[in-house]
T-cell receptor
């Protein structure tokens, strides 16, 4: 089993819809998780960090962590075409382990 | 506050050559990590430096090395370049206050092409 796995996608949603991105992790991954957004040809940009069970909201973004199920998710509400990018789930401390990424396209 | 800077941004080398990449972390950040990103392997951890000491190392051959200076700036070196070393090399910095889960902020990357 990979240490961090993401639903491979690609994911396509209409503008204004909710985009749901999911990630599972193995026991070997530290219990701190991050969501990064990466536009084509650019470097990863931090969207959310989450350390505790439950939900964490920041604007249109909500991260959810369920340690019992070893599951992390990111919800993007009111999706915009500018949200079209690859979303990377990562776990760990100073040594991040990344998932393969999920490519999201928001259609106008 | 300025972000993480990396130089050069683009580099073309030939097989067998060596290359040195540079990273300046966000002011006040003490930890610098390096990652390699390729289409086939995704983002993979290379190594992490804190207080001029390598604290963590990923599963890369010894041709990949790095160092950190007293001002927290870091360099990584790849010797005897191979075609497969073509990648985006990313540097990330964090405060590192001793807690797990310190947020890492990425620089723009250096895109290396090996011919």
């Amino acid at each position: 089993q990979k240490e961090v796995e993401q639903n491979s996608g690609p994911l396509s949603v209409p503008e204004g819809a909710i985009a749901s991105l999911n990630c599972t992790y193995s026991d070997r991954v530290s219990q701190s998780f991050f969501w990064y957004r990466q536009y084509s040809g650019k470097s990863p940009e931090l969207i959310m960090s989450i350390y505790s069970n439950g939900d964490k909201e920041d604007g249109r973004f909500t991260a959810q962590l369920n340690k019992a199920s070893q599951y992390v998710s990111l919800l993007i509400r009111d999706s915009q075409p500018s949200d079209s990018a690859t979303y990377l789930c990562a776990g760990g401390g100073s040594r991040l382990t990344f998932g393969e990424g999920t490519q999201l396209t928001v259609n106008p | 506050k300025a972000g993480v800077t990396q130089t050069p941004r683009y580099l073309i080398k030939t097989r067998g050559q060596q290359v040195t990449l540079s990273c300046s972390p966000i002011s006040g950040h003490r930890s610098v990590s390096w990652y390699q990103q390729t289409p086939g392997q995704g983002l993979q951890f290379l190594f992490e430096y804190f207080s001029e000491t390598q604290r963590n190392k990923g599963n890369f051959p010894g041709r990949f090395s790095g160092r950190q200076f007293s001002n927290s700036r870091s360099e990584m070196n790849v010797s005897t370049l191979e075609l497969g070393d073509s990648a985006l090399y990313l540097c990330a910095s964090s405060l590192w206050l001793g807690r797990d889960g310190e947020t890492q902020y990425f620089g723009p990357g250096t895109r290396l092409l090996v011919l």
